[in-house]
T-cell receptor, first 112, second 116 residues
Framework: DGGITQSPKYLFRKEGQNVTLSCEQN?????MYWYRQDPGQGLRLIYY???????QKGDIAEGYSVSREKKESFPLTVTSAQKNPTAFYLC???????????FGPGTRLTVL | AQSVAQPEDQVNVAEGNPLTVKCTYS??????LFWYVQYPNRGLQFLLK??????LVKGSYGFEAEFNKSQTSFHLKKPSALVSDSALYFC??????????????FGSGTQLTVLP
């Protein structure tokens, strides 16, 4: 997990509220990714960003939003439009011209 | 389109015995293949990758994986399992022609339990 931090570790939200998950990296990586993990389903890509001020939707972007104002930071907002937001959220980053991604420790979001 | 299958949800092995975690893939071009491990409530840790070259790839913690193009497989192996190897293992793939975003597709994971 070194070099990539996610906060908070656990997050509780009431239905109808937006919530923002933090992801910060000090690895000077260019690309950053957000995944959602549900039991038995592996990881699914929500959004990714290859450079500052640019990002693209992944496979399950509906109900989520992101920003990339700084190279080090890629926050994810889970909006009230996301129908089933309870999950484990993982942030990853990758250095340019390298294939493997490196992951943060994750944030577990529970909607009450 | 690219996809990964991990046919076993659960693998149990006795400590000291060899272990194998299976992975098969589908890509339109040449595959880049990866194995990651996840401990409870933690992020994924990179174990090893196959990009090109020798079909037997060695990685962290004594793990290795064998790329078999004819069987489209990339099984993870370790000669002698440790109780501390118990974790969730993910195989991932991307097509070498998949563009600069280098998006990975992950399998559903295999829970490995090493029994003392």
């Amino acid at each position: 997990d070194g070099g990539i931090t996610q906060s908070p570790k656990y997050l509780f939200r009431k239905e109808g509220q937006n919530v923002t998950l933090s992801c910060e990296q000090n690895l000077n990586h260019d690309a950053m990714y957000w995944y959602r993990q549900d039991p038995g389903q592996g990881l699914r890509l929500i959004y990714y960003s290859q450079i500052v001020n640019d990002f693209q939707k992944g496979d399950i972007a509906e109900g989520y939003s992101v920003s990339r104002e700084k190279k080090e930071s890629f926050p994810l907002t889970v909006t009230s439009a996301q129908k089933n937001p309870t999950a484990f959220y993982l942030c990853a980053s990758r250095r340019a011209m390298v294939n493997e991604q490196f992951f943060g420790p994750g944030t577990r979001l529970t909607v009450l | 389109a690219q996809s990964v299958a991990q046919p076993e949800d659960q693998v149990n092995v006795a400590e000291g015995n060899p272990l194998t975690v299976k992975c098969t893939y589908s890509v339109s071009g040449n595959p880049y293949l990866f194995w990651y491990v996840q401990y409870p409530n933690r992020g994924l840790q990179f174990l090893l990758k196959y990009i090109t070259g020798d079909n037997l790839v060695k990685g962290s913690y004594g793990f290795e994986a064998e790329f078999n193009k004819s069987q489209t497989s990339f099984h993870l192996k370790k000669p002698s399992a440790l109780v501390s190897d118990s974790a969730l293992y993910f195989c991932a793939v991307r097509d070498s022609s998949g563009g600069s975003a280098r998006q990975l597709t992950f399998g559903s994971g295999t829970q490995l339990t090493v029994l003392p």
